[in-house]
Structure formats: C-alpha cells, structure tokens
C-alpha cells in the first residue's frame, strides 16, 4: 500500500470537501470505514485532521479493525498517530482498541508503551495486556502485571483470571491464583474451570483438575473436552475413557477435541475396538486433519495396518504430521522397505520432512539392518533438509550400528554426538552389547544408565545377569545389595488383550483371573504340541537365580503367553489376537509365538515398549531381526 503520509499535503489539496460541509465529511469517512475501504478511509482521516474533526470511536474502532484484517502495521500507526494529534485523547474504549490492534501485531513493546501512557485503565486495559504476555509465554511479565492490576483496585474478571492461569509454569502460582479466584467468587465461571482443568492437568496433576470438574454443578462441552484431554495427556487412558463415557452418558456430543483425546487414550492402552468405535464418532466430521491424523497413528500403534494404510489413502489432505506418523508406524511394525518407499512418495508430494519423518526413517533402517541406507540418511539430513541430529537420531544409528556387530562404530558415534548422550542413548548401546555378546562393553554401558537413571531397575537386573554370565558372583550379589538398600524392584512382566471392549492383565504367578485354569490348561495343552514337534524352552533368556526346572516353568508361565491362551479359548477363530507387554519380548517367547501361530492357524499381534511384532504361519514381521 502506498504511503499516506508522503502524499499528504496532495490528497488534503485534492479534497473537495467545504471546511463548513461537516456532516458530509463525516458522513463519507464513517461509510468508508465500514466499507473496510482503508486507502479512502484514510483520506478522508487526513480531510477530517485538516479541518479539526474528529469522528465518533465507534467509526475509528471499525477503521482498526480494518487495519488488523489486512495486516497493515503502517496504516494502524497513522491511525493512533490521529487520534493522539494535536494532545487529543481518545475515548477509554478506544485506547483498548489501540492496545489491542498492537498485540494482535505482535508488537508488544508499543502495546505497553500505549498502556503506560493510559490516564484511566480499566480491566478491559489490564487483560488486554496480561492475555497478551500469556500467549507470548512471558509468564512472569503476565502475574507482575496482575499483581499492579490489584495494586491499582481493579478487580479481575473471567478472562483475565483464564488467561494467566494458562500460562503458569509453577504449582505454587497456579494454588495462589485458585485462591484468588475464590476469594473474587469467580470459580464456578466455565472458562475459568476450564482453564483450571487445563492448567492441572498440563502439570502433570489430573487429580486435581478432576477435583475442581467434580465441583461443578452442571457440565460444559468445553470443560468435558479439558478434563478428558488433560488425562489423556498425562498417560492416564483408563480414566480418560471412563470421564469419556460419563460425557456420553450426559448427553454431550462427542465434538473434536474430545475425540483427538479418545482416540490417544485408545492408542496408550492399544485398545482397537473402542478406537474403531471413536472412529464411527469421527466419520461425520468428514475431512478433519486432526483426527485423521489420530486416526492414523492410533490404527499404527494398536497394530492394525490395514485399517491405518486405508485412512491414510483416503485422506484428500495430508501434512507432515500425517507422513511421519504413517513412516513411523510401519517402521515399527516391521515394515521398513514399505516406510522407506513412503518416504520417497512424501518428497515427491511436496511435503518437507522434518526431524520426526527423520527419525521414523532412521528407526526402519535399524529394525531392518539396512546400514548403507541408515547412514545415508544420517549425514544427509542436514545438507538435504536443514535438520540438525538430536538425541533420537543418534540413538537409531547406535542401535543400527550395533545390531549390525560395529560396536566400535556404535561408541565412536556415541562420543561424537553433539549433545550429551542420555539415559536412553546408553541403554541403546546396551541391549547392542548383549545382542553381540560383548559383556565389557556392556557392563560399561550398563554402568552409565545406571550413573544417569539410578531407579532403572532393568538395567539393574541386566548388569546382574552380565555378572553371573561371567561368574561374578561376588559382583552380582553387590548389585543386588543396591537394589535391596534402594528399595529398586524387578517391575513384573505384565500383558494385556482386549476382549469385548474389556481389558484382560496377566502377570506370572498371579493366579486372580477367573479363568485362569482354563488359560493355564491351555497353555499346556499348546506347550506339550510344541514339545512334539521339537521346541525346546530357551532357558538363557530367565534371571540367572533360577535353575533348570524352575528355569523352564518361569517361561512357561511368562505373561504373554498366558495372554494367548486366553485369546485362543475366548476369541473367534480368524480374530487376529492382539497383546500388549510392558517388556521387551524375550527370544524363547519370541520362537513360542512363531510356533503358535502356525499350529493354531492364527495372526498375534504383540506390542512391546520397542517395537511391533506380528506373527503369522510361523514367521514374524521382524525377520527375526530385533
């Protein structure tokens, strides 16, 4: 837009408005405001300017707003520049509108300036700016600013109360302010328990976000939306469907929010039933990004591809959310070359990668040895994309490097990282070094996890094993003396399966499930099958305090394969099983699943905190690479 101001002598001179024809000048400024016609809404401010007007602050509000609507930062500063002319004050109402125009410019600094030089401020004013500095995540800015507004006698209201709830870092602020909004009589307001909720829950405290939900006395939309993704977020999916069914029970409508939130809390417990009913849910919004996303990922890591590949086809809009969840998805469920393909079907789309599609690609090379390729991608990153390696990428190429017998590739690597190796990255190097059989290394590795986790009971555990391996007992009974003093135990293997939208644990030795006679009879009558045809229980995979008959019945009775027992007696035939474990999957249960499912004719899915493993006729996904 060309300069107002450089040509400001020659469109006042170019005006044919009479100096005594006021209500025509007026009359012609206020249509072109509305008009939103801002290049003749402002020649007609300099007209009125030359003749000592000044219109009504309704009219000058709507020439703001036409300044904020077409991004025009110049045009608003000749506007305020006006309205300030000549030691003219605009109206309280307007001045908000000013300070609102600049915040929306993302120009906090005249925004403040503007506030300061207010003679009167109202809450409208304080907000205002406290809202601003919230979004802006200058916390500290936003609770100084509320703490001047009380100073001064203005009493907040509901928005402002929202507003700085939102953006506290701290327990101790947001405790403060929910006293506060108390005391101002304003907690039962539904932004402000919505904000309360979010807050909460955004601190990793949804018990007491459900606190002040349980106090209301009728419900909201939004506020159901808030307290069910707030347990969604703290990994609390199991509460997160319950809250879920109390909405529907209400009679809330499922809104998208709302959805997003189900379908991650289906994704947390694996849970493809009820994720395949939240999905009937979201057919009637259509097209929504979001929750095709959601989608995507959920069908992914509930292990049904089929369904994810079909959502993923039929989305008209994809993003770079939606490509890296799709590579990741099939890189963890075994599929890499299909993930590397996808990859290049992304490029080809347009669609710029970022570090997660990165990090997606590196995990498909690692789950399938394919180390040429790995370190393509590795040192291409940067020059390709402009993405610099973090922590996850490092820790794919060590896994890669050391499933691959490059131990020494792997550490060099690992010393050459530009950020400081955690906790994960050395456990990485770890299960490389057990794989490969290298038990110096391993201690070594194991040593550091320990250094940087000191509670990883599992490592501990590793370490021990590593010790008796080598015959150090003396060794192992020091470690074991440390997890004693520590108060550290071995966490229990424990699986879960869905049956009729019910979820099923199972953990060794516990015998409390109503049908665990029949599982175990089950189990049995399969192991014996086995046994027939030549399995044989690798006893190398149990803790090293257990000998040879002990040995074999603590695999026997390890919690997935009781889960498959219980699928096979309690699912349809052709049902594809489906569990979820806490741990890794040992390599005796990983030749137990192979066998099972070409004896009993069935497809099992089993998701362990590393990857996908899907079993059929006798082979799994994983090539046996894992």
Request: with cysteine.
């Amino acid at each position: 837009m060309k300069s107002v101001t450089k040509k400001l002598k020659l469109l006042t001179s170019r005006c044919s408005y009479s100096s005594t024809d006021q209500t025509l000048l007026l009359n012609e400024f206020t249509r072109f405001c509305y008009q939103r016609d801002l290049p003749k809404a402002l020649r007609a401010m300099y007209s009125l300017q030359s003749h000592g007007l000044w219109a009504d602050s309704a009219t000058y509000a709507e020439l703001i707003k036409c300044c904020i609507s077409h991004r025009a930062v110049h045009e608003g500063n000749l506007v305020c520049r006006h309205l300030y002319f000549n030691g003219q004050q605009p109206m309280l109402f307007l001045a908000n509108v000013l300070i609102n125009m600049y915040v929306k410019f993302n120009l906090l600094t005249d925004a403040h300036n503007l506030f300061d030089k207010m003679p009167l401020r109202n809450v409208v004013s304080w907000t205002t700016m406290i809202s601003a500095y919230s979004k802006c995540k200058q916390q500290q800015k936003a609770l100084e600013l509320l703490v001047s507004m009380l100073r001064e006698g203005v009493r907040p209201n509901v928005y402002t109360c929202s507003s700085v709830l939102r953006s506290c870092k701290e327990m101790s602020d947001v405790r403060m302010l929910h006293c506060g909004i108390i005391k101002e009589g304003l907690e039962s307001d539904v932004f402000v328990r919505s904000a309360l909720i979010d807050v909460f829950a955004k601190l990793g405290e949804p018990e007491d976000a459900l606190s002040v939900f349980d106090e209301m006395v009728t419900g909201d939309a939004i506020v159901w939306n808030s307290i069910i993704g707030g347990f969604a977020q703290n990994s609390k999916s199991d509460e997160a469907l319950k809250l879920f069914k109390r909405m529907k029970r209400a009679g809330f409508i499922a809104e998208q929010a709302t959805l997003t939130s189900v379908l991650r809390a289906c994704t947390g417990l694996t849970l493809l039933e009820l994720g395949m009913q939240a999905h009937v849910h979201i057919v009637k919004y259509d097209q929504d990004l979001i929750l095709n996303n959601a989608l995507v990922d959920m069908y992914c890591k509930c292990g049904s591809l089929e369904d994810a590949r079909r959502v993923f086809s039929g989305m008209k809009e994809r993003d770079v959310i939606t490509w890296s969840t799709m590579i990741s998805g099939l890189a963890q469920n075994g599929y890499s070359q299909e993930a590397l393909k996808l990859f290049e079907s992304m490029k080809a789309s347009g669609t710029k990668p970022n570090y997660i599609t990165i990090v997606g690609v590196l995990f498909a090379c690692s789950h399938a040895g394919l180390l040429e390729d790995g370190w393509y991608y590795f040192r291409s990153m940067k020059k390709l994309y402009g993405i610099d390696p973090v922590r996850e990428h490092y820790g794919c190429m060590i896994d890669l490097l050391g499933k691959a017998g490059k131990l020494d590739d792997a550490v060099k690597l690992l010393n050459e990282m530009e950020c400081e190796p955690d906790a994960v990255t050395w456990r990485t190097l770890l299960g490389a070094c057990r794989v490969q059989g290298n038990m110096v290394l391993a201690e070594y590795a194991a040593k550091k996890v320990i250094e940087l986790d000191p509670d990883d009971a599992g490592t501990y555990t590793v370490l021990s094993n590593i010790y008796a391996n080598s015959q150090k007992w003396d060794s192992v009974e020091e470690i074991r003396k440390q997890m004693r003093d520590k108060g550290i135990k071995k966490e229990p293997g424990c699986s879960w399966i869905e049956v009729k939208k019910k979820i099923h644990a199972f953990i060794i030795g516990d015998e409390s499930h109503p049908l665990i006679v029949e599982v175990n009879k089950k189990l049995n009558q399969l192991i014996d099958r086995m046994i027939g045809i030549g399995y044989v229980p690798e006893t190398n995979f149990v803790l090293q305090d257990l000998e040879g008959e002990q040995m074999e019945d603590s695999l026997r009775h390890h919690s997935e394969k009781l889960a498959l027992a219980f699928g096979l007696i309690t699912l349809p035939v052709g049902k594809v099983i489906r569990i979820r474990k806490n741990l890794r999957i040992c390599g005796d249960c990983h030749v137990f699943f192979k066998l099972a499912s070409k004896l009993e004719k069935r497809s099992v899915v089993i998701r362990d905190p590393i990857r996908y493993h899907h079993f059929e006729d006798g082979k799994c996904s994983c090539g046996d690479y894992w």
